[in-house]
């Protein structure tokens, strides 16, 4: 029997940072693909896209591993494309540093192992792997692939068992014909041979004389007698062993065949008929495009990320550290984040902000994109706690080198209806300016709409556009507005004091997706704020009972008032145009932003 495996070792000839392993190097043969690393210390390999890891390598120097013309692997040293951008060496450091490629958000997976890597794969076509230790040391060259060969013997237990009953046949025959033959060896009478020759009779010959009849002795007889039983009794005797003798003839080679059909035959000897087949799912088909791009991500490519931003963030809100927290959310999110970090640094009884669920992702959507930035965008919800809404947020890739960041998060209601999207295996685009044209409303206007049916309700030219679950977020904000009109009535300060209100779009970007029935998933924020003003040099706005503003403002009046600043992250359906649909809320979150004194 041959080999169980055939290896080839990949020759690295000069020593860079990185090695990276081009996906045909490893379907050079058929099988699955073993990747073997030996070197000293921490080892660390991932696989992803080709073009994605050469633009993460762009700015650096690497080994690229291929197959030349001969289908042989070769090593060529590759020279950065792009020049890394300088800058000041940090405190204590004398030299650059490398990147290390752990942690990355591009790889479809990663391995790290100390002295020795050893993982199985099987890479499609578009796939490679990068070899390396930290990014800084050179990365180990003891690299080799190897690939199953099939050693199985599939007709070896049929041959044998149409052999054995061809031999038993054979055994059969045997013994019927040995019985054959002794039959046929009994007693024979001979016929009479040929008659003489007929002569004329002589009455001239005398007849022959009466002859007297002989008496045989008595001990004669008796001995005879005996002969006769002792012969009869010996063969009877030979008898017994012949029949003994042709029953171990058939019952030796039947053992000895039982023995060959059924020692050491394994199910790689026999054709193996009742694999199991998948069986398809039934699911909408989907044209794909052409010149389609590749999905931002992968399925257990989000998850992964999803899991290592939720335990980011959380860790950050034990902590209630900020730099933590800004690897992973940015804009108002991590306005929000800031604000919260705050407020429980002083009030010992505020609970910490909710965690991102992972548990499940309902939802996947990500851009279909080779370009950066890249936006994905996940709807998650927790499978052992029901108390927890599911969370629907967007996170943008800025480029190869950085990780996602969570740019809005927002709670959805369990009956929120998700319009129909793209499957994850094909993404979907990113709705420009110049696509927003196709729907009711513009991403970019969207939230300048909802802020005018705030303002101006039924007054509102978007107010009929807006399905009842806006409407009433909208009538919500209002209500909360009057209460604090009220609050200012009942303290006897509506006299000396007056509340303006102002709701508009925030800074960040509205982010839309395409939906497969021409509409978008649209994100935005908007900035509502309050402001108490006294209406007189001689009024001061006290704080009173409100420890939010005593926290952030560190004051407990303000004698030109105060501006009280809240966040509201909104994600929308719009339908297209010409539909008759009304654009649906999905789901909201409002957080505190700020509370500042008026100088």
């Not at 024979?188 to 041979?193: Q, S």
């Not at 970090?341 to 499940?360: K, S, V």
Request: proline content about 8%; charged content about 20%; overall charge negative.
């Amino acid at each position: 029997m041959g080999p169980a495996a055939q290896q080839v070792e990949l020759s690295v000839e000069d020593s860079t940072p990185f090695v990276l392993v081009d996906g045909a190097v490893l379907r050079a043969n058929p099988g699955q693909q073993t990747l073997l690393v030996r070197g000293d210390g921490d080892l660390f390999a991932a696989y992803g896209r080709t073009a994605d890891m050469q633009a993460w390598l762009s700015d650096a120097t690497y080994t690229a591993i291929d197959l030349d013309t001969d289908g042989e692997p070769t090593s060529t040293v590759v020279e950065p494309a792009v020049q890394p951008e300088e800058g000041e060496p940090a405190e204590g450091e004398t030299e650059q540093t490398g990147r290390n490629p752990a942690g990355s958000d591009l790889w479809l997976d990663s391995f790290s192992e100390s002295d020795q890597l050893i993982t199985d794969m099987q890479l499609p076509e578009g796939m490679s792997i990068l070899i390396a230790k930290d990014g800084t040391e050179p990365a180990p060259s003891d690299i080799m692939v190897s690939w199953p060969v099939d050693r199985s013997t599939p007709l070896v237990g049929p041959l044998i068992t149409a052999g054995g009953i061809v031999l038993l046949v054979g055994l059969v025959l045997y013994v019927l014909a040995i019985r054959h033959q002794r039959r046929g060896r009994g007693p024979r009478r001979k016929g009479p041979g040929p008659l003489p020759v007929t002569e004329p009779i002589d009455l001239s010959v005398e007849p022959a004389p009466v002859r007297e009849a002989l008496e045989e002795p008595k001990d004669a007889d008796a001995a005879s007698g005996s002969d006769s039983e002792a012969a009869a009794d010996a063969k009877e005797k030979r008898t017994e062993r012949r029949a003994l003798k042709g029953r171990r003839l058939l019952v030796l080679p039947a053992l000895g065949l039982a023995g060959l059909m059924f020692a050491g035959c394994s199910s790689d000897s026999w054709p193996q008929f009742d694999a199991a087949t998948p069986t398809p799912t039934p699911t909408q088909t989907v044209i794909t495009p052409e010149n389609q791009k590749p999905p931002a991500v992968t399925q257990a490519q989000a998850s992964r990320i999803l899991q290592s931003i939720s335990a980011t963030i959380e860790q950050a809100d034990a902590d209630r550290d900020i730099d933590l927290a800004g690897t992973r959310l940015s804009g108002m999110a991590l306005d929000a984040r800031s604000t919260d970090y705050t407020l429980r640094g002083t009030l010992a009884d505020r609970e910490p902000p909710a965690a991102i669920p992972t548990e499940a992702i309902e939802v996947l959507l990500p851009q279909a994109t080779d370009e950066w930035p890249r936006t994905v965008l996940v709807l998650s919800k927790s499978k052992s706690d029901d108390t927890i809404a599911p969370t629907i947020l967007t996170m943008t890739q800025a480029d190869p080198w950085s990780n996602y960041m969570v740019t809005n998060i927002a709670e959805m209601q369990a009956s929120t209806e998700i319009p129909q999207l793209a499957p994850a295996w094909l993404g979907t685009s990113l709705i420009t300016e110049n696509a927003a044209a196709f729907l009711t409303l513009a991403p970019d206007e969207l939230a300048t709409a909802f802020a005018d049916v705030v303002d101006s309700g039924e007054k509102s030219e978007y107010y009929g556009s807006f399905d009842p679950v806006a409407l009433s977020l909208a009538d919500s904000i209002v209500q909360s507005r009057n209460a604090v009109t009220q609050a200012l009535a009942d303290g006897g300060a509506a006299e000396t004091s007056q509340a303006a209100f102002d709701v508009a779009p925030s800074d960040d970007p509205a982010v839309a997706m395409a939906t497969l029935d021409s509409g978008a998933i649209v994100a935005v924020s908007l900035v509502d704020q309050e402001k108490i003003t006294p209406k007189t040099s001689d009024a001061v706005i006290r704080f009173g009972e409100n420890p939010e503003a005593k926290a952030l403002t560190g004051a407990e009046e303000a004698s030109n008032g105060v501006v009280t600043t809240y966040g509201l992250q909104l994600f929308f359906s719009v339908p297209s145009q010409g539909s008759t649909e009304q654009v649906r809320l999905l789901a909201v979150h409002q957080d505190i932003l700020n509370v500042e004194v008026i100088k």
